[in-house]
């Protein structure tokens, strides 16, 4: 569809009534084989970039108008569905090395696809190398003759530092590296990753895309120098999503820009208030000036989500006290994941690094701000701040 803004790309692309009766959504697809008329068009189907023939596992109607939408709204050349969050990051990763490659990785990355690099890349043969969020374009100096991937994730998982993609993308492919990107907690809205050199660009899309908490899904775009290669491999691992995730998914798409409003301003009121909060070591937020690379996403965000971290102040009463704090919550939910409409909170172990120290020393917390009222969600926040300061009695 020709527009320029994503509003209203959201609302219409990968839309088509007139082949469904006219239903405004593309129903859910719920097959496994799929007929064709004739011989020409079994022909035709296998030439279509699917070597093995016409089949449900290569995509349905469901599957491409959600991707349709995700590359329109992200810039992309295409899409690729995949049954979760990680299986995005994962394969993303495996279809583009070999073993041998070396591939950096942001020292600040969701702790599964760290795991993942650990345990999988590195038995594959594959070296693995973590780099400072903060470092720039000096990370030339880490390249190698075989470095094939530079991963990016911004921000951070946990802990929000944002990279300076433009210069890091350039290093990269100046060295012919793939530039990976995990662009979950800007969605495409607010964050354009081919704008600023980004070859690959990945998504939990259980999170904002989905935005309800109620399906698993993952998905992939690429420019159009990297489609090949990532299609290639999805299909030869046999990676694909069931068509109810999937519409999900476009359903939730549909009103992502409404909600996402909505995140962000309850999360940037929080977090500045939390700052100001006499309990409170530091808030990490990407929109705080006081955050770690908050002029990057100055410079090349367009907004914020409601995920951020809050890092407590240290109390005698330490874990008795953070427990008090999650016990006395009643609007934030303790939960893995976020994007949901729902707000939750979450204690973080001490985050996982391999190059750069953690420089805190009070207890991590990440926040979902959820579409709650605000002052309702501040009011249950400062409830539960109270008691965790009042613990500092219990140790003594």
Sequence with gaps: MKTS????????????PAHFGGMVNTPPCRASTLLVDSYADWKA????????????????????????LLAELEGAYDAQVFPSGLAACTHAMLAFLSPGDHILITDNVYGPTRAFADQVLSKMGVQVEYFCPLEGANIAKRFRSTTRALYLESPGSQT????????????????????????????????????????????AATKYLVGHSDAILGAVTTNQRAWSRLQAHAQALGQTA?????????RGLRTLSVRLQRHQATALMLAERLQAHSAVEAVLHPALSSSSGHAFWKRDFLGASGLF??????????????????????LFGIGLSWGGYESLALPIDTPSRSVTPWPYQGPLLRLHAGLEDPEALWADLTNALSVYCDTKALAL
Excluded: C
């Design 160 to 203: 929000f530092e944002v990279v300076d993609v433009p210069a890091l993308a350039q290093v990269a492919h100046a060295f012919g590296a793939w530039v990976l990107m995990d662009n979950t907690w800007a969605t495409p809205l607010y964050f354009k990753p081919f704008q600023h050199g980004v070859d690959v660009s990945i998504h």
């Design 242 to 250: 069931g068509p109810d995730d999937i519409y999900m998914a476009t």
């Design 309 to 330: 971290g809050v890092v407590l102040q240290p109390v005698p009463a330490g874990a008795q006290a953070l427990e008090k704090f999650f016990d006395q919550l009643t």
């Design 45 to 68: 189907a296998r030439a279509n970039a699917n070597p093995y023939g016409h089949y449900a596992r290569f995509g349905t109607a469901t599957t491409r108008s959600f991707e349709a």
């Design 5 to 16: 803004h994503d509003d209203t790309l959201l609302i219409h692309s990968g839309r088509a």
